[in-house]
């Protein structure tokens, strides 16, 4: 059973930027779509981007396009999501997961982490 774990989030400013890690264990991320969700209490988890096995096709929900960059780096079998830019309303805890196919449904990713808080405030 593989594991994934998140890192890098923290409080920062409005404006300011954040780059999230997804360090994989147990399994290998270029064999998986790589898929980036939030979450904020009470409301359902939300899926902002992806990256597929082979690190060409990258996907991104409109609310982050532009800003947000999702990478990968096999040597070190882990993703990255750098986000830039970051609004108050992006407060929420972030996850990292693997599917087998390309699909913005938190339901249809199999394997997640256990998501890194990230604030975004004045």
């Known amino acids: 059973q593989g594991q994934l774990v998140e890192s890098g989030g923290g409080l920062v400013q409005p404006g300011d930027s954040l780059r999230l890690t997804c360090a994989a264990s147990?399994?290998?991320?270029?064999?998986?779509?790589t898929g980036w969700f939030r979450q904020v209490p009470g409301a359902e988890r939300e899926w902002i981007a992806f990256i597929d096995w082979s690190g060409r096709t990258k996907n991104y929900d409109d609310s982050v396009k532009g800003r947000f960059t999702v990478s990968r780096d096999d040597a070190k079998n882990a993703a990255y999501l750098q986000m830039n830019d970051l609004k108050p309303e992006e407060t929420a805890v972030y996850y990292c997961?693997?599917?087998?196919?390309?699909?913005?449904?938190?339901?249809?990713?199999?394997?997640w982490g256990q998501g890194t808080q990230v604030t975004v405030s004045s």
């Open positions: 147990g399994l290998t991320l270029s064999n998986f779509v």
């Open positions: 997961a693997v599917a087998s196919s390309y699909n913005r449904v938190p339901s249809l990713y199999h394997t």
